[in-house]
């Protein structure tokens, strides 16, 4: 069973929905919906719908604040709709709270699990399209957008640049921890400058770890 109900997520949102049916299903994976005795819908085709209207909605935020050239905002909308930074939002919400998993999944540790909860992120988001149409989806998405936790493409090649002003300087990442089980796996890596440690930082991957490591670095060099 769920740890939280739906009401609380509505909350969280700060939407109510009109037809609750649409984020009970959007919550519901697979394999809950495999062990009903009764015919239960799952959120597979409320995720293939939430893809598409989160890409929408993240090529229109970039193309009007950026000023990046076709390739550059292609490979900024990966960024932020990949299953890292999807898992990234929904953990600032707890979405995996809300699941309603399978005993198997739940065992497994599902509720951690980045592509169960990212899926279930863009579940969330066709609900809300349904329900409310785009400008509904649109004010959820934003304000992760803006956050702009995903640009962290950015952090390393700002930090190289920075870092670069001195000819001699040479940088390195090294993975310093690695925790938890293979599903949900957390890497902490260092960025050095010559050997000597500037900061660190952690991530569901290796490339999740550096770029925030940088980002650290980053702000203890330009402080």
Known sequence: MPHRSPRQLEETLHYTFKDRTLLDTALTHTSYANECRTP???????????????????ADYLFRHSKQPEGELTRMRASLVSEEALY?????????????????????????RPSIVSDAFEAVIAALYLDGGLEAARAF??????????AGEDHKTRLQEWVQQDPEAKLSYRVEAETGPDHAKQFTV??????????GGSGHSKKAAEQRAAMAALQLLTQ
């Open 88 to 112: 990234q939002f929904a953990q600032e919400i707890e979405l995996g709270e809300y699941l309603r998993l399978g005993r198997g999944e739940e065992l497994g540790g599902g509720r951690r």
């Open 141 to 150: 998405i934003l304000p992760f957008l803006q956050e702009g936790k995903t």
């Open 40 to 58: 239960t819908k799952h959120n597979e085709r409320l995720e293939f719908l939430g893809d598409s209207v989160l890409s929408v909605v993240a």
């Open 190 to 199: 260092g960025v050095y400058r010559n050997g000597v440690r500037l900061a």
